[in-house]
């Protein structure tokens, strides 16, 4: 049987404040058959993004589309403008920033799905009361193959 065409429109889409990151869920997977999410995520100015990082069961790619987004991976550091694609295979040590003092955009894609729940599950437990800290980013994390990376 035929899938329908998904639309999403400005201002749908499920969306999770995450302190200085702004999720909007555009697509989770259920449409995919899992294979598939797409979120918009802004960031805040001047705020840092999540510890270096490597994720074991999915890709992950950034389309930065407004504002500047600092991109480290491994020991390379770099700044990217809008238009930049960034993909972090499996495995990939990564994350991202905003250095500028205005916010900054990008589109963020994961196959399979699965990293969406992870943003959920933050914001479920801040929502209870907890503090988001190293041990809690890393207890949610590790329940999608993801994990922190240890610089020396």
Known sequence: MAQEVAIVRPGDGEVIELGPIRIRVLEDGGRTGH???????????RSSGPPLHR??????????????VRF??????????????????????????????????FLATFTP????????????????????????DRRISSRYATAPVHTP
């Open 35 to 45: 294979r598939l999410a797409v979120c918009e995520a802004t960031l805040a100015p």
């Open 55 to 68: 994720h074991a069961g999915h890709d992950e790619g950034f389309y930065v589309l407004s504002g500047t």
């Open 72 to 105: 480290t991976t491994g020991d390379r550091t770099w700044d990217a403008p809008p238009g930049t694609l960034v993909l972090a295979p499996t495995d990939a040590p990564h994350t991202f920033a905003n250095p500028a003092d205005e916010p900054a955009t």
């Open 113 to 136: 799905d699965l990293f969406v729940q992870y943003f959920r599950d933050l914001r479920d437990a801040l929502a209870q009361g907890e503090e988001l800290d190293e041990q809690l």
